[in-house]
């Protein structure tokens, strides 16, 4: 394996599977496997998951509602992504935390970064739920907060297409798609894939970004064995 410790970020859109609300069950066992499959290799797991597919605050926000207010929201959204994530992990017999940044203590433990590595060590999957626990900044940006604090290898930005393209491939049949990109162009031609303060924030600590196709079988793994697959960020 090239990378052992990880944080994988998965969109809420993602398990939706072919739908555009709520998760999709079939998705959700799906990815699960494979994190499950990785997670048995030694790889440490730490997962961020969006909350797009139940609320995303800036639409909230767009609505006329106030602006925290929606964002607090969308971090409940990523708590209910999270805790159907860590259901599926352990029926595939996977050991899953669930650490929020908002204290939900019925539900998950409260995120403590020294007791989120223990976890790891020991062979857990923490899924990161909650974001930053601020409003105004999204869920890219708490993934790469995240694995700076618990000193992962990488960010593995799971999407719907292949890597970053030049346009949006879904428009322009003539899109070219990136194997390699830096930070400084990512952040100068405002690639929409992930959050400019989360790119920020990489490019500061030189953490490396793969973007790849989560709905492909067997992606994760190979990002991980370090296969030219998708697009690469770094300096």
């Not at 048995?40 to 609505?63: C, D, E, M, T, W």
């Not at 805790?83 to 995120?111: F, N, S």
């Not at 400019?196 to 793994?221: D, H, M, Q, Y």
Request: proline share 3%; charged share 25%; with cysteine.
């Amino acid at each position: 394996m090239k990378y052992h410790r990880i944080v994988l970020k998965i969109s809420g859109e993602a398990l939706c599977g072919e739908g555009n609300f709520g998760i999709h069950p079939d998705t959700l066992q799906r990815v699960a496997a494979e994190i499950a499959e990785l997670s048995s290799l030694g790889v440490q797991i730490g997962i961020v998951v969006g909350g797009g597919n139940i609320f995303r605050g800036l639409k909230g926000a767009s609505a006329g509602m106030d602006r925290s207010q929606s964002d607090y929201m969308g971090m409940l959204a990523t708590v209910i992504n999270s805790l159907a994530l860590q259901d599926a992990l352990e029926k595939h017999g996977v050991p899953t935390r669930v650490m929020t940044a908002i204290e939900i203590r019925q539900v998950a433990e409260p995120y403590i970064r020294r007791r989120a590595m223990r976890h790891l060590e020991k062979g857990s999957v923490v899924i990161f739920a909650a974001g930053t626990g601020n409003p105004f900044f999204s869920t890219d940006t708490a993934a790469a907060l995240r694995a700076m604090e618990i000193q992962a290898q990488a960010i593995f930005k799971a999407t719907k297409v292949e890597g970053i393209y030049d346009r949006d491939p879904a428009r322009h049949e003539d899109a070219q798609m990136f194997t390699k990109l830096s930070y400084d162009r990512f952040l100068v031609d405002r690639i929409g894939v992930m959050d400019s303060t989360a790119v920020t924030l990489c490019r500061e600590n030189k953490l490396p970004i793969r973007v790849f196709k989560l709905t492909t079988r067997g992606n994760i793994l190979r990002v991980c064995k370090g296969e030219n697959i998708g697009t690469v960020v770094e300096a």
